[in-house]
């Protein structure tokens, strides 16, 4: 049991380049979610999924996409990659209902320059 | 989603209980109070919540008042290893469910020392 899988851990990107962070979960958890947490910050909500097919914005959705097709895989996507976007991003996951542990991934650390 | 008031930060010695307030005034009935902890930027680790009676694990213990406008985890030895940022949440209310969405504000830095 994995928990909650993020790759890459690191990641420097080209203003305007595109790429995608994977997140993956093997708990059959039904909701994922994406973060980002800015210097000194809290984390701030970018999308998230209730199920396969199914998303929604977050706090801060301008600038990514997110699909999700399985159960395990909740990518998020940065279209045209900005400086402001550097941040660290974390993936999180838990169990349809209310009052469950919600597990995080380890952070995928992004620099846009 | 009911917003949380910590203290920025606390100092603690090593080997006493850490008791980190919080205050959620405007929670709802149904929103659960939640605490996490990060260390050094790394993904935040889980460590209690509880919808309205007093709750202890392997790590903490959480009390909430009767009326659940406050709540106290506590670290009853802390060690150097417990010094990070701590964040109350409370659940997001979307339909009676959380959608596993989580809303953080600043935290409270604890640091623990010798």
């Known amino acids: 049991n994995a928990g909650v899988t993020q790759t890459p851990k690191f990641q420097v990107l080209k203003t305007g380049q595109s790429m995608t962070l994977q997140c993956a979960q093997d708990?059959?958890?039904?909701?994922m979610s994406w973060y980002r947490q800015d210097p000194g910050m809290g984390l701030r909500l970018i999308h998230y999924s209730v199920g396969a097919g199914i998303t929604d914005q977050g706090e801060v959705p301008n600038g990514y996409n997110v699909s999700r097709s399985t159960t395990e895989d909740f990518p998020l996507r940065l279209l045209s990659a900005a400086p402001s976007q550097t941040s660290v991003y974390f993936c999180?996951?838990?169990?349809?209902?209310?009052?469950?542990?919600?597990?995080f991934g380890e952070g995928s650390w992004l620099t846009v320059v | 989603d009911a917003k949380t008031t910590q203290p920025t930060s606390m100092d603690c010695a090593e080997g006493r209980a850490a008791n980190l307030p919080c205050n959620h005034s405007?929670?709802?009935?149904?929103?659960?109070v939640y605490w996490y902890r990060q260390i050094h930027s790394q993904g935040p680790q889980y460590i209690i919540h509880g919808l309205k009676n007093n709750e202890t694990n392997e790590m903490a213990s959480l009390i909430i008042t009767e009326d659940r406008k406050s709540s106290t985890l506590i670290l009853p030895h802390a060690t150097l290893r417990d010094t990070a940022v701590y964040y109350c949440i409370v659940s997001a209310n979307a339909g009676g469910t959380s959608y596993g969405k989580l809303t953080f504000g600043q935290g409270t830095i604890l640091t623990v020392h010798p």
């Open positions: 999180a996951s838990t169990r349809s209902g209310a009052g469950n542990t919600i597990y």
């Open positions: 405007t929670i709802s009935g149904n929103e659960y």
């Open positions: 708990m059959n958890h039904e909701y």
